[in-house]
């Protein structure tokens, strides 16, 4: 199964440095065309989207997640308060350090 982000420049290099295809776009239009394109050629694929993105395209994304065997996962922004067990959890699904 192939990884893909989905988000701003920063987000998309973030996941470039661990092993994940981040592919920048400018806005949610642009992030739907890329999604349903990763769909459509891949069918399977594990999918990060930013939450800024995902929260704009809430209904078409639905309608993706219902339709595909996609894994789509939203990723929030900027989290004021970081959590250690989130940390764990994100290290953990993702092998890396956090």
């Known amino acids: ?13 973030g996941f470039r440095l661990i092993g ?22 891949e069918g399977s694929a594990l999918i990060f989207i930013s939450e800024e993105l995902s929260s704009q395209i809430q209904d078409e994304l639905d309608e993706i997640r219902s339709q595909s065997d996609a894994l789509i996962i939203e990723v929030p922004g900027k989290v004021v308060k970081e959590s250690r067990a989130a940390q764990r959890l994100i290290a953990k699904a993702l092998r890396v350090r956090v």
């Not at 199964?1 to 290099?13: C, S």
């Open 1 to 13: 199964m192939k990884g893909y982000m989905i988000g701003n420049e920063d987000f998309a290099l």
């Open 20 to 41: 994940i295809k981040g592919i920048a776009v400018q806005n949610s239009d642009e992030a739907l065309k890329i999604l349903k394109e990763i769909v459509k050629k």
